[in-house]
Each structure stands twice: as structure tokens, then as C-alpha cells.
């Protein structure tokens, strides 16, 4: 293990530990979805709490109490709505700041430290951090955007619980990203006081691979609601049918894949060696991994000619 990553493990703050425990938590779940049926009890609460949409209709059979608690999932806009005001608040301030000199509010600059966020003199951060934030943002921005004109929502459902937890989770992330800008007092701190001296190639690879994973995954999202769809764009049923095209043709799940893309993007954008977004990329990997597993089984399930040679989630793997 490289020296850096052992000396940034004994520095386990707050929000590293947090994205910690979740990443262990979703590989411990995958985990227990891989072992053959009937080796393990099985419990209603659980499946239910780890299957969303689609999945919840191949899963066990779900007992009234637990359909109480179910909303709908369209009403994932709403997780999108809450990113894109609050990471554009985040995104306000860390440009008033970055441009003009303004301080942090010292409530935000106070939950920051709270969080784990350090005082240290060096600026090399500080683009990394802001070009993240803007990808987070236009990254909210789009799935907000395909939630209202390009998907098209059935009667599929998701847990309560799933639902609050989406609403914290961009929340979240937006303050792990500016927990990671150099803060000198309440201000950013820029090396020379100018932004763009710090730009460097994986600034340029970074937002390159934002670009190329972010298209595929609209890519993705368009043939899913147009399999809903007649030639003139009007829906005419909410059943499921096999996508082709695009990663489409490698995995069951190329928009869970796109994500976890996009998220190695801004950790490429954070110069590759940002221990707390490599925790939160671990994340992304296995929560999706899960829910890519899950739509696997599902359309395989359904659909005896589905194409055998598609993977889960990773093309010629998983």
C-alpha cells in the first residue's frame, strides 16, 4: 500500500468514516445477494429495503407492512431538485469566495470543520475542488432534466427509506467536495492568488471523461424511455422490454455504469490521489454494482431470449 494512503487512513475524520461505512455496508449487501438462495434466512424487511423499481417485482413477496412505505419512484426529481439548489448554493459560495474574497458563512465554515475539513496552507486543491463542484452541479442539473423529458416512470415504487437517504446523499456530497477545498480561515486559499495557475492535465482528462461518461449515460436513459415510446415520442405503455444499443450491448445496467464513470472522472479531477473521494467512489461502485446485479437477475428472469453474453455491471466480468 502506497505510504500516502496509509497516512491518510490514521487521519479518518468524520466524512471519511461515514462514506466508509456505507461503502462497507453495500459490499456486505452484494455479498450476502450473491450467495445461492436457501443458504441464508430469508428476511422481507431486507430484500425490501435494498430493491427499488423494477426489482421489488422480482424479488420475494412483499408483505403488506412493507407497502406502506412505499413512494413512488418517479419521485426520484425530487433528489435532483435538492442537488441542484443546494450544490448551486455551495457552488455560489465557493466562487464568491475563489473570485472575490469573500468569506464562508461561518455556519458552513463551521459544519465543514465539524465534518472534517482541515486548515491547511496549500492551494493545490482548490480548481480540483471547484471544477468538481461544477460537475456535481451540471451532473444534477441533467438527471433533473431526464427525469422530466426523457424518462418515462411507471407505477414502480421505492422504500421510504430510500427516499430520505436519496435526499441527504447529494446533500452529502456537495459537502465532501468543498471539504476539500484549502481553506485558509474562512477563505480559499489560492497559490499566487490565481486560479487557473493551478491547472493541470488531469483538470483536462477529468472533465474529458465527465464529458464522455455523462453522454453515454443520457445515451442510456434515452433508450430506456423510448422503449416506452412510439416513433413520434408519445408513451404508450409502461412495460419492460430488452434495450439494445450503445453499452447496452456489454451490460444489463450501462447507466449504473456511466455513473460510477463519472464519479472516477472527478476523482481523476482531484488529481487521482484524494483518499475521502476515493472512498466515496468506492461507494458508488458497490451501491450500483447492487442495483445493476439486481436488474440483471430481473431481465433475465422476464425475458428467456435475454442476450446471454450481457454482464451485470462491469462488460467481460461482472
Known sequence: ????????????????????????????????QLVPPGLLPGCALFQD?????????????????CRVFDVPKRYFSHFYIISVLWNGFLLWHLTQSLFLGVPFPNWLHGLLRILGAAQFQGGELALSAFLVLVFLWLHSLRRLFECFYVSVFSNAVIHVVQYCFGLVYYVLTGLTVLSQVPMDGRNVYVIGKNLLMQARWFHILGMLMFIWSS???YKCHVILGNLRKNKAGVVIHCNHRIPFGDWFE???????????????????????????????????????????FLSHKFYKSKFVSYPKHRKAFLPFLF
Open 1 to 32: 500500500m502506497a505510504p500516502w494512503v496509509v497516512a491518510e487512513l490514521w487521519a479518518l475524520n468524520p466524512l471519511r468514516a461515514l462514506w466508509l461505512t456505507l461503502t462497507a455496508a453495500f459490499l456486505l449487501t452484494l455479498l450476502l
Open 49 to 65: 429495503l435494498i430493491r427499488y423499481g423494477k426489482t421489488k417485482r422480482e424479488g420475494p413477496s412483499r408483505p403488506a407492512a
Open 215 to 217: 453522454v453515454h449515460q
Open 250 to 292: 456489454y451490460v444489463s445496467s450501462p447507466n449504473y455504469l456511466a455513473e460510477l464513470m463519472i464519479y472516477i472522472s472527478m476523482a481523476v479531477t482531484f488529481g487521482l490521489h484524494n483518499l475521502t473521494w476515493w472512498l466515496v467512489v468506492t461507494y458508488v461502485f458497490f451501491s450500483q454494482a447492487l442495483s445493476a
